[in-house]
């Protein structure tokens, strides 16, 4: 997979005078069936979260408050994303190295997965990613 195949998703959105409601389907509104959920909060000014990709999962990833960006590299090219909308996600397939950075304040990331997690799913190290992707 490449960089190319990674792209925003603009996901359902109910408008209401009380508030907005969006929702996402596996294999409806995404292309995967969700196994898992989590999101990352508190992240300190500065900070910067991901460093690693993984070899078969696919994610969407929401800024479901705030705003952050994420960088995303498949060996060859690299690209950045703002994330600021809640009924928007990034789709990031498999074989994707990405960093997660520039978070503002209060922001929540939500992430949706394919798969359970499995550490050896994972490359944490870039020259190991890239020796997996050539």
Not at 11 to 21: A, T
Request: one cysteine or more.
């Amino acid at each position: 997979m490449s960089l190319s195949d990674c792209k925003i998703i603009e996901l359902p959105k109910i408008s209401d005078p009380r508030g907005n409601l969006t929702f996402i389907e596996g294999n409806v509104h995404i292309p995967f069936p969700i196994e898992r959920v989590y999101y990352l909060y508190d992240v300190p000014g500065g900070a910067e979260r991901g460093a690693h990709a993984h070899k078969q999962l696919h994610q969407l990833m929401i800024a479901v408050s705030g705003s952050f960006n994420v960088t995303l590299d498949d060996g060859a090219n690299k690209q950045t994303f703002f994330l600021n909308r809640s009924n928007y996600g990034l789709y990031i397939c498999p074989m994707m190295w990405r960093e997660l950075h520039d978070f503002s304040s209060a922001s929540v990331c939500m992430v949706l997965a394919s798969r359970k997690y499995d550490e050896k799913d994972y490359f944490r190290d870039y020259d190991q990613f890239l020796s997996g992707v050539s």
